[in-house]
Protein backbone atom coordinates (compact mmCIF):
# COMPACT_ATOMS: atom_id res chain seq x y z
CA UNK A 1 0.00 0.00 0.00
CA UNK A 2 1.43 3.65 -0.84
CA UNK A 3 2.23 5.52 2.10
CA UNK A 4 -0.03 8.43 1.14
CA UNK A 5 -3.07 6.15 1.01
CA UNK A 6 -2.09 4.38 4.97
CA UNK A 7 -2.06 8.08 5.97
CA UNK A 8 -5.14 8.83 4.64
CA UNK A 9 -6.66 5.79 6.23
CA UNK A 10 -5.38 6.15 9.80
CA UNK A 11 -6.45 10.00 9.55
CA UNK A 12 -10.00 9.44 8.42
CA UNK A 13 -10.73 6.31 10.80
CA UNK A 14 -9.11 8.48 13.42
CA UNK A 15 -11.33 11.04 12.69
CA UNK A 16 -14.36 8.87 12.94
CA UNK A 17 -13.52 8.02 16.07
CA UNK A 18 -12.99 11.71 17.58
CA UNK A 19 -15.97 12.23 15.85
CA UNK A 20 -18.52 9.06 17.59
CA UNK A 21 -16.78 10.02 20.62
CA UNK A 22 -17.99 13.51 20.56
CA UNK A 23 -21.49 12.20 19.51
CA UNK A 24 -21.31 9.84 22.22
CA UNK A 25 -20.51 12.70 24.59
CA UNK A 26 -23.31 15.21 23.58
CA UNK A 27 -25.75 12.37 23.41
CA UNK A 28 -25.04 11.15 27.28
CA UNK A 29 -24.46 15.21 28.32
CA UNK A 30 -28.23 15.95 26.63
CA UNK A 31 -30.01 12.75 27.62
CA UNK A 32 -28.30 11.84 31.04
CA UNK A 33 -29.85 15.02 33.16
CA UNK A 34 -33.27 13.42 32.46
CA UNK A 35 -32.71 9.96 32.93
CA UNK A 36 -31.73 11.51 36.73
CA UNK A 37 -34.42 13.57 36.82
CA UNK A 38 -37.32 10.87 36.07
CA UNK A 39 -35.57 8.47 38.82
CA UNK A 40 -35.66 11.32 41.76
CA UNK A 41 -39.04 12.01 40.46
CA UNK A 42 -40.61 8.53 40.36
CA UNK A 43 -40.05 7.30 43.64
CA UNK A 44 -43.00 7.95 44.63
CA UNK A 45 -45.11 7.09 42.18
CA UNK A 46 -47.13 4.11 41.44
CA UNK A 47 -45.60 1.25 39.18
CA UNK A 48 -48.06 1.50 36.01
CA UNK A 49 -49.40 4.95 35.94
CA UNK A 50 -51.89 5.25 32.83
CA UNK A 51 -51.76 8.94 30.65
CA UNK A 52 -54.53 9.49 28.21
CA UNK A 53 -54.77 6.12 27.42
CA UNK A 54 -50.79 4.97 27.26
CA UNK A 55 -49.73 2.70 29.97
CA UNK A 56 -46.48 4.08 31.27
CA UNK A 57 -43.92 1.38 32.66
CA UNK A 58 -42.18 1.53 35.99
CA UNK A 59 -38.78 3.56 35.42
CA UNK A 60 -35.37 0.91 34.81
CA UNK A 61 -32.92 0.68 37.78
CA UNK A 62 -30.10 2.75 37.88
CA UNK A 63 -27.61 0.43 36.51
CA UNK A 64 -29.72 -0.66 33.57
CA UNK A 65 -29.76 3.31 32.71
CA UNK A 66 -26.22 3.34 32.68
CA UNK A 67 -25.74 -0.33 30.90
CA UNK A 68 -28.44 1.41 28.34
CA UNK A 69 -26.31 4.39 28.09
CA UNK A 70 -23.12 2.40 27.49
CA UNK A 71 -24.84 0.59 24.77
CA UNK A 72 -25.63 3.20 22.90
CA UNK A 73 -22.06 5.05 23.01
CA UNK A 74 -21.06 1.56 21.54
CA UNK A 75 -23.08 1.19 19.22
CA UNK A 76 -21.93 4.98 17.71
CA UNK A 77 -18.48 4.02 18.63
CA UNK A 78 -18.70 0.64 16.45
CA UNK A 79 -20.78 2.06 13.71
CA UNK A 80 -18.69 5.28 13.39
CA UNK A 81 -15.37 3.24 12.92
CA UNK A 82 -17.20 1.01 10.30
CA UNK A 83 -18.68 3.90 8.86
CA UNK A 84 -14.80 5.55 8.65
CA UNK A 85 -12.98 2.57 7.31
CA UNK A 86 -15.81 1.75 4.64
CA UNK A 87 -15.20 5.80 3.62
CA UNK A 88 -11.63 5.27 3.63
CA UNK A 89 -11.49 2.14 0.98
CA UNK A 90 -14.45 3.91 -1.06
CA UNK A 91 -13.39 7.09 -0.92
CA UNK A 92 -9.83 6.15 -2.24
CA UNK A 93 -10.99 3.84 -4.90
CA UNK A 94 -13.58 6.85 -6.12
CA UNK A 95 -10.77 9.08 -6.28
CA UNK A 96 -8.79 6.81 -8.80
CA UNK A 97 -11.56 6.03 -10.52
CA UNK A 98 -12.58 9.82 -11.11
CA UNK A 99 -8.88 10.41 -11.80
CA UNK A 100 -9.12 8.04 -14.61
CA UNK A 101 -12.67 8.20 -15.92
CA UNK A 102 -13.89 12.20 -14.69
CA UNK A 103 -17.55 11.04 -15.87
CA UNK A 104 -18.14 8.59 -13.13
CA UNK A 105 -17.98 11.64 -10.36
CA UNK A 106 -21.98 11.09 -9.42
CA UNK A 107 -21.86 7.42 -9.11
CA UNK A 108 -18.56 7.50 -6.73
CA UNK A 109 -20.15 10.27 -4.44
CA UNK A 110 -22.83 7.81 -4.43
CA UNK A 111 -21.16 4.78 -3.21
CA UNK A 112 -19.26 6.76 -0.72
CA UNK A 113 -22.50 8.20 0.48
CA UNK A 114 -24.10 4.74 1.27
CA UNK A 115 -20.77 3.82 3.12
CA UNK A 116 -21.42 6.76 5.85
CA UNK A 117 -25.25 5.70 5.82
CA UNK A 118 -23.37 2.77 8.12
CA UNK A 119 -22.96 5.75 11.04
CA UNK A 120 -26.64 6.85 10.28
CA UNK A 121 -27.92 3.60 11.37
CA UNK A 122 -26.35 3.40 14.07
CA UNK A 123 -27.32 6.56 14.95
CA UNK A 124 -30.93 5.20 14.54
CA UNK A 125 -30.13 2.29 17.02
CA UNK A 126 -28.25 4.34 19.95
CA UNK A 127 -31.74 7.05 19.75
CA UNK A 128 -33.74 3.44 20.06
CA UNK A 129 -32.11 2.28 23.03
CA UNK A 130 -32.13 5.68 24.23
CA UNK A 131 -35.55 6.07 24.17
CA UNK A 132 -36.12 2.95 26.38
CA UNK A 133 -34.76 4.68 29.69
Do not use: D, H, W
Amino acid sequence: MNRNVKKFFLLSVALTVVIGAAMMVTLLGTLAPKAYAQESASASAPEVVKVKGLLQREPLPEEAVGMAFLAAGIVMSVSCVGAGIAVAITGSAAIGAVAERPELMGRTLLIVGLAEGIAIYGLIIAIMILSKV
